[in-house]
């Protein structure tokens, strides 16, 4: 999960998530969308679909990307465990 944490600490990646949650769309969209260069958009998304955030979907000579919900479930599931833990533990310090 830190690597999605990681992932998404890019403002541009930040951005085409944000994008997604809108629903699916291609590059040629999110390169209007969001004002960035085509294969800027398109580095990003390698590195989303490589870690499982954004899944590719043919389309014709498109390809639309759209994302995995389950995989930012788990992510913000393990994201509130650590927030769980953090509140349970606040007042324990160990000794020098």
Do not use: W
Not at 54 to 75: F, I, M, Q, S, W
């Amino acid at each position: 999960m830190a690597g999605i944490v990681r992932l998404l600490a890019d403002p541009a990646r930040t951005a085409i998530v944000e994008a997604l949650a809108a629903g699916p769309a291609c590059t040629c969209h999110l390169v209007a969308d969001l004002g960035l260069s085509q294969p800027n958009v398109s580095n990003h998304l390698r590195a989303l679909r490589h870690a499982g955030v954004v899944k590719a979907e043919p389309h014709g000579r498109y390809t639309y990307y759209h994302l995995n919900p389950a995989v930012l479930d788990a992510a913000a599931a393990h994201l509130a465990d650590l927030a769980q833990r953090a509140r349970a533990t606040a007042g324990q310090r160990r000794e020098c």
